[in-house]
C-alpha cells in the first residue's frame, strides 16, 4: 500500500517559482517510478513529469522542457517538482502518481494558481 501527499502549491505571480512535494508512505514507493499530472481548469488531466527509480532518467512535457525539474529524495520518500518561470497557463490541481503492477496511486492534489 502506498499514500501520497502533496504540498507546495500556492499563488504566485507570472514568472516566478514554486516547489512542489509529494512525501509517500509504504515501503515500495522507492521501487517504483513516480509521475507528477496536473488538470487545468476545464482541462484533461496531463502527464507532467516522470523519474525512474533511481532517479536518473527523467522525461518532461513538452510544455515544461526546461522550466520544471522533477527528483527524489529516497531516503525521504519524496519526489519534488521545481517549478520556475512560471505561466498563467500552469495553473492547474498537480498530482503526484505512482503505479505498482495492476493497482494506481493518487495524492489529493495541490492548487497552483499563476495570476498576477
Known amino acids: 500500500q502506498v499514500q501520497l501527499v502533496e504540498s507546495g502549491g500556492g499563488l504566485v505571480q507570472p514568472g516566478g517559482s514554486l516547489r512542489l512535494s509529494c512525501a509517500a508512505s509504504g515501503s515500495i514507493f522507492n521501487l517504483l517510478p513516480v509521475n507528477w499530472y496536473r488538470q487545468g481548469p476545464r482541462k484533461e488531466r496531463e502527464l507532467v513529469a516522470t523519474i525512474t527509480i533511481g532517479g536518473r532518467q527523467t522525461d518532461y512535457a513538452d510544455s515544461v522542457k526546461g522550466r520544471f525539474t522533477i527528483s527524489r529524495d529516497n531516503a525521504k520518500n519524496t519526489v519534488y517538482l521545481q517549478m520556475n518561470s512560471l505561466k498563467p497557463e500552469d495553473t492547474a490541481v498537480y498530482y503526484c502518481?505512482?503505479?505498482?503492477?495492476?493497482?494506481?496511486?493518487w495524492g489529493q492534489g495541490t492548487q497552483v494558481t499563476v495570476s498576477s
Open positions: 502518481n505512482a503505479n505498482f503492477r495492476d493497482l494506481s496511486y
